[in-house]
């Protein structure tokens, strides 16, 4: 069963699906679980493992980095630092010319050249929830919601749900592109692609220093200014499905901080026995103050996929165990009962798991840290378990 409903005011509108699975069918789906659940528990337990020596191993590179550090001038070359990790601030500067040659933009001496086209356009978000249902059926409601919006890249429509009267056009006549300057020096020093790469700081260029001659192939289209964007459509107040608008940005000159290996006159990453070391930053920085930043980055990211991680162990327990919620669905009030108790018993195995895998993976590395990360997970377990025969004690 399918329902539409629209608001024209705002441009958006939804289509609601009703879908109906027998309980026959959420057996079947519920056994595909016992064979995805264990694949997502090794999947979480090889990302845990990874991401704890990966973490490691960089905190030692960064280590041995902070250890071998010199800093030196960024005015000369001094051949006697080849193959030293040096540490330099100076500004970044180069006598390119980056060119849009679609839009005829010539910029010289900026090291980093943007043009961002966005398409006004639809988009689709999906959402559903799930109704248990006398006899083990359930009721599945979709709402497939489309809006109007500004989006970089082309939505294909003919992926909708419902792609009638949300039809989006068949391509862009232009995309969003890069330009980065090929030889940035850094007083006597030129950079290394991977430190240019490095230098994305930029700011939006005033239209009044655009020109106005529009490529051939957006020619004949209304051409106006709002803000930063040169917007291509009619009215700019009220845009219509395929109106574009595209902005500029560039990277200035700038101070810049930069710990590397010098090579010649120009750099190549430190190599240490755990991982390369190469750190760049805006602003006139102390080195020490760059490994810090570098070591904050690296446990951000470590306690990011330590979460990732998680969830993932978390799904694959609940996805293992979703029959028994099927089975106890027959009876809507224990369905349901047994769906939070699955899903509780999931999260503390998942916690369980995921610390127990961080611990033996630190045990190599770190044994006293490990050792109390075990324990930790026992205390979780243990917790758990003593707290469900407290609650079948008082019932």
């Known amino acids: 069963m399918q329902e539409t409903s629209g608001d024209e005011g705002n441009g958006s509108d939804s289509v609601t699906e009703v879908t109906s699975t027998s309980w026959g069918g959420r057996i079947i789906e519920a056994l595909k679980g016992l064979v995805i659940g264990p694949i997502l528990i090794i999947l979480a337990v090889v990302l845990l493992s990874w991401n704890e ?17 010199v800093s030196v001038a960024a005015d000369r070359v001094d051949p006697a630092n080849a193959g030293r990790l040096v540490h330099l601030s100076g500004l970044a500067t180069t ?27 639809w988009h689709e978000e999906t959402s559903s929830e799930t109704h ?21 890249g082309l939505i294909s429509s003919a992926s ?24 940035v020096t850094v007083g006597a020093f030129r950079l290394s692609a991977s430190l240019r790469s490095a230098l994305t700081m930029v700011h939006p260029l005033p239209p009044s220093e655009i020109g106005r001659a529009l490529p051939e192939r957006l020619a004949g289209l209304p051409l106006s200014v709002r803000g930063d964007w040169l917007y291509l459509g009619k009215n700019p107040e009220s845009p ?88 106890a ?36 590395y770190r044994p006293l ?4 990360l075990i324990v930790l997970a026992i205390l979780i377990a243990g917790g758990s378990w003593l707290l469900r025969q407290r609650r079948q004690a008082l019932l």
């Open 160 to 183: 909708f749900h419902a792609p009638s009267g949300h039809a989006n056009p068949p391509d862009m006549p232009v995309s969003s592109q890069t330009w980065q300057a090929q030889t």
């Open 95 to 121: 006598r390119d010319t980056l060119r849009d040659s679609v839009f005829g933009v010539a910029r010289p001496g900026v090291l980093r050249l943007e043009r961002l086209v966005e398409m006004y356009q």
């Open 329 to 364: 669905s027959l009876i809507p009030p224990l369905g349901t009962l047994v769906d939070i108790g699955v899903t509780l018993l999931a999260l503390v195995m998942a916690l369980t798991g995921s610390v127990l895998t961080i611990a033996i993976a630190w045990l190599a």
């Open 240 to 327: 219509q499905i395929g109106d574009m608008r595209i902005r500029f940005s560039e990277a200035e000159p700038a101070m810049i901080t930069l710990v590397s290996q010098q090579y010649g006159d120009s750099f190549v990453p430190f190599a240490t026995p755990t991982g390369e070391v190469e750190l760049v930053q805006y602003g006139q920085v102390e080195a020490a103050s760059l490994f810090r930043t570098a070591n904050d980055d690296n446990a951000l990211l470590t306690w990011g996929l330590r979460l990732v991680g998680l969830l993932v162990m978390l799904f694959g327990f609940r996805a293992g165990m979703d029959i028994l919620e099927v089975l």
């Open 53 to 69: 020596g990966r973490a490691v191993d960089r905190a030692k590179a960064l280590a041995s980095g902070a250890e071998a550090v």
């Open 369 to 372: 840290i490990g050792g109390a």
């Open 132 to 152: 248990e249902k006398p006899g083990g059926h359930s009721e599945t409601i979709t709402t497939y919601r489309y809006a109007k919006g500004w989006h970089e």
